[in-house]
């Protein structure tokens, strides 16, 4: 009897240390691939051009603007100048709501406007890539912004101003034009340099991306919303994707200024179905 009690304790114990070690497998499985997904997340959303001035994620990239000059942030999971420690909660409000976890207000040249747009699902996966990668000690460079765009209690302004409206898929599109809508108005934030800007900074949303002469570092960025066809709207959806993936028009010029990093960091890094997806969704814009 005694034999047979000490036999099915053993039995359970096999049983609790298999189902945990399954347990352990599982998660392992699923934690590698939500970093694989949020690596690709990380690309799309040309995380690289802003984050990367030397050391990959460390921040330091200087964005001048005519409200003042500022400084990326250091975005690896080091807890002392990264987001090391963030919950997903707060990593979920610092992109959707550009809020810290201190309860301070992010300034707008950090695009959480097109990142309110994106699904939890990415930003959670996209969390999981950041944090799985190495540590960088570097401290954070301060913002050089005068008065008043220094307080930034008054950023609670311009969200109530600048902010509200979200995507949401459009029914009587495809599943690719749909998807081709998310990464322009998410992840990918198309918007935030082919839409001209109101006086206070915020997009100007109800005229799309008609273009905008005082673009990133005074840069005079061309209309995606091309309503003349004199360039981009003549465009064939071929000639979109080719542009996309390789950086040649149909001219065969190639494209310079800030889209030579977007096509390194960002739609060259792109699958050949999100590249055809985004052609789709910027072709109809002209030609709908």
Not at 74 to 81: E, G, K, L, R, V
Request: net charge negative; aromatic share 10%.
């Amino acid at each position: 009897m005694k034999i047979s009690n000490y036999v099915l304790m053993l039995s359970k114990v096999l049983l609790l240390a298999l189902s945990a070690t399954a347990t352990t497998v599982a998660f392992a499985a699923s934690q590698e691939g939500a970093i694989a997904r949020g690596e690709y997340v990380y690309d799309i959303g040309g995380c690289a051009s802003c984050h990367t001035k030397d050391t990959p994620l460390a921040g330091g990239v200087k964005l001048v603007t005519e409200f003042g000059t500022f400084f990326s942030p250091n975005i690896s999971p080091d807890a002392q100048y990264g987001i090391g420690g963030w919950s997903n909660d707060q990593f979920i409000k610092a992109m959707r709501q550009g809020i810290s976890p201190e309860g301070e207000h992010y300034y707008p040249a950090f695009p959480y406007t097109s990142y309110a747009n994106m699904q939890i699902s990415d930003l959670l996966d996209l969390k999981a890539y950041l944090d799985a990668q190495d540590p960088v000690s570097e401290p954070n460079l301060a913002h050089d912004v005068g008065f008043p765009f220094n307080q930034r209690a008054l950023l609670g302004v311009w969200k109530l101003i600048n902010t509200g409206h979200q995507w949401t898929p459009d029914l009587s599109q495809s599943e690719s034009w749909n998807r081709g809508s998310y990464l322009a108005n998410g992840p990918s934030h198309c918007t935030q340099c082919h839409t001209p800007r109101n006086f206070t900074g915020g997009l100007q949303k109800d005229t799309g991306m008609v273009g905008n002469k005082n673009g990133p570092e005074g840069e005079s960025v061309p209309p995606l919303f091309d309503v003349n066809k004199l360039a981009f709207g003549g465009w064939s959806e071929e000639d979109i994707a080719f542009a996309l993936e390789i950086g040649m028009t149909p001219a065969g010029d190639f494209l310079g200024g800030s889209m030579s990093d977007i096509l390194e960091n960002t739609t060259g890094k792109m699958t050949a179905q999100d590249i055809q997806a985004l052609a789709e969704y910027l072709y109809t814009l002209n030609n709908s």
